[in-house]
């Protein structure tokens, strides 16, 4: 599914925030970036866009954007990130953050600027794939998240990107 327009140019943009040079001037590990749309739950397409690096210190950087209409009501939120674990072996990234600005005409949408997020993806050979974003609940903070690793088996909870793509460089 192919889109146009500001939400696409700001996807673009939050993909492409760390350049190469940027990358390996900052004395990066592992990347992972990625933008495009991915269908979630089957039915509901959603743009992602993003670029995280983990630093030779441990330490993360980079940023990530979600946009999604359902129901009448559309959320958009947008992230720094914190922390970014990687399996390179399996091509899979987890990407945790802080929401940066979230924009949505849903009164009940419950999250704002300053709330922990992530989400995770797989660069794969058979078609990449990504999760929507998750918040805090059972995990308490992105840190953790990214610490956890969690992976269900079959990519359960997973869902295709339809368009772009994801890529993942280790060090």
């Given amino acids: 599914m192919r889109r146009t327009g500001p939400i696409a140019f700001l996807t673009l943009l939050c993909a492409l925030a760390l ?3 940027q990358v390996i001037a900052a004395g990066a590990g592992p990347t992972v970036t990625g933008g495009g749309w991915f269908l979630f739950a089957d039915s509901i397409p959603m743009q992602y866009g993003f670029s995280a690096v983990q630093h030779k210190d441990g330490s993360a950087s980079g940023s990530f954007h979600h946009f999604f209409s359902f129901g009448g009501f559309d959320y958009s939120f947008w992230g720094e990130v914190t922390c970014v674990t990687f399996d390179t072996e399996e091509g899979r990234a987890w990407i945790g953050g802080v929401l940066t600005k979230v924009r949505s005409n849903d009164p009940d949408v419950g ?15 058979d078609g990449d794939r ?16 990214c610490e956890l690793q969690i992976w269900p088996d079959n990519n359960d909870r997973t869902h295709p990107v339809t368009s772009g793509q994801i890529t993942l460089h280790s060090d």
């Fill in 19 to 21: 350049s190469p040079a």
């Fill in 111 to 125: 999250l704002a600027a300053g709330d922990d997020a992530w989400f995770r993806v797989l660069d794969s050979d």
């Fill in 130 to 145: 990504s999760t929507a974003m998750g918040f805090a609940g059972e995990i308490p903070t992105s840190e953790e998240y």
